[in-house]
């Protein structure tokens, strides 16, 4: 009796399994960079955008890379959640869509999350080892910020970049 429900279970789990594989997420994968993104409004040399796309780009722009893994369900529903969330944050390829106000923001958000160590974040670095960013890296980053930073607050009043408190 015991042995023919877990039997059962068994099969309606298989099932189950096979069925959603079926249901997929939209995969976030444009062509070509868009004219949103941060690269039309300020440059970004190719040593910063190498790292940018080993490590920020599977989150944070409208083109990721999927690994295989990522054809399996429900793993696929859960990457498509953080890719979601990473987008909602920051997303490099809409960057000229958002206010000054918000750029220079994003900009020191990023600035301080790489600082402290805090991005990439330790569950995409679990499976993506590539994607960690050494000393050299987090200068490279630190220096290119603060470099569009500083050419912001030449070129904008500081009270278009920043709020006063």
Not at 37 to 58: F, G, H, M, Q, R
Not at 118 to 125: A, I, N, R, T, V
Not at 144 to 164: E, R
Request: charged share 25%; with cysteine; glycine share 2%.
């Amino acid at each position: 009796m015991l042995k023919t429900i877990f039997k059962r279970m068994f099969q309606i789990l298989l099932i189950t399994f096979i069925a959603i594989q079926f249901i997929r997420p939209p995969k976030n994968k444009a062509e070509v960079p868009t004219k949103n993104d941060i690269s039309t409004l300020y440059p970004v040399p190719e040593n910063v955008n190498a790292v940018l796309k080993t490590s920020c780009y599977d989150c944070h722009s409208n083109n990721t890379y999927y690994p295989w893994y990522s054809k399996i369900q429900p793993v696929a529903w859960w990457l498509n959640d953080h890719i979601i969330e990473g987008k909602k944050h920051l997303n490099f390829s809409e960057f000229a869509t958002y206010s000054l106000r918000k750029q220079y923001h994003k900009l020191e958000e990023t600035d301080e999350m790489i600082r402290k160590g805090e991005m990439p974040h330790d569950k995409y670095l679990w499976m993506h080892k590539n994607a960690k960013l050494n000393e050299n890296q987090r200068l490279t980053i630190y220096n290119w910020v603060s470099g569009v930073m500083d050419s912001m607050k030449a070129k904008y009043p500081i009270d278009s970049l920043v709020k006063k408190k």
